[in-house]
């Protein structure tokens, strides 16, 4: 996949993008954190990104999908 990507503001991605000129027509950047992942993108879908990565910008932090 090839796309331009751009910083959204603000960055959790929790309420209206404040720069969608910035991000439109390409990949919204987000960091993790703060409300459901959802949101994030409905708010970058709606500044008129094509997409969005959610960033993990956690020390240390991980998925677990399985506890054994």
Do not use: W
Request: glycine content about 8%; proline content about 4%; charged content about 20%.
């Amino acid at each position: 996949i090839f796309a331009n990507s751009f910083k959204a503001y603000p960055s959790h991605g929790c309420s209206p993008i404040t720069n969608p000129k910035d991000v439109q027509g390409k990949i919204a950047l987000l960091y993790r954190g703060e409300c459901m992942f959802a949101k994030k993108v409905l708010n970058a879908e709606i500044a008129g990104a094509i997409g969005a990565i959610v960033i993990d910008n956690k020390k240390d932090s991980r998925l677990t999908i399985f506890e054994i």
